[in-house]
C-alpha cells in the first residue's frame, strides 16, 4: 500500500523559508516520479516543483529560484526547501507519486498522479 506522509508546513513571515518533508512507502521508490502541488482557498491545485525517476527536475515560473525539491533515496523522502517565501505562496502543500511513464511530458500536471498525501499547511504573513 503506497504511502505519503507530508510535514514541515507551518506560518512564517514573507523573506522566511521552511522544508517539507514527505515520507513515502510501499512502492519502488527510484522508479517513481515524484512532485510537490499546492492548493491555495478557491484555486485549482498547482504544480510546484517536480523529479523525474532519473532525477530531472522541473519548477513552475512563480518558484524558480526560490524553490528546491530533492530526494533522499536511502530515506524513501522527498523534499521541497522553499525559500525567500511569499504572501502568495500560501497553501495547502501536498506531494504526489506516480509511476514514471505516466506523467511524461507533464511532470506538474495533477492529472497522471495516482498517489497523494495528505498535505501540510503553509501560510506566509507580510
Known amino acids: 500500500q503506497v504511502q505519503l506522509v507530508e510535514s514541515g508546513g507551518g506560518s512564517v513571515q514573507a523573506g522566511g523559508s521552511l522544508r517539507l518533508s514527505c515520507a513515502t512507502s510501499g512502492y519502488t521508490y527510484n522508479r517513481y516520479s515524484m512532485a510537490w502541488f499546492r492548493q491555495a482557498p478557491g484555486k485549482e491545485r498547482e504544480g510546484v516543483a517536480a523529479i523525474d525517476s532519473d532525477g530531472s527536475t522541473r519548477y513552475a515560473d512563480s518558484v524558480k529560484g526560490r524553490f528546491t525539491i530533492s530526494k533522499a533515496n536511502a530515506k524513501n523522502t522527498l523534499y521541497l526547501q522553499m525559500n525567500s517565501l511569499k504572501p502568495e505562496d500560501t497553501a495547502m502543500y501536498y506531494c504526489?507519486?506516480?509511476?514514471?511513464?505516466?506523467?511524461?511530458?507533464?511532470?506538474?500536471?495533477?492529472?497522471?498522479?495516482?498517489?497523494w498525501g495528505q498535505g501540510t499547511q503553509v501560510t506566509v504573513s507580510s
Open positions: 504526489a507519486a506516480a509511476w514514471s511513464t505516466t506523467v511524461v511530458g507533464r511532470l506538474l500536471s495533477p492529472a497522471g498522479y495516482a498517489y
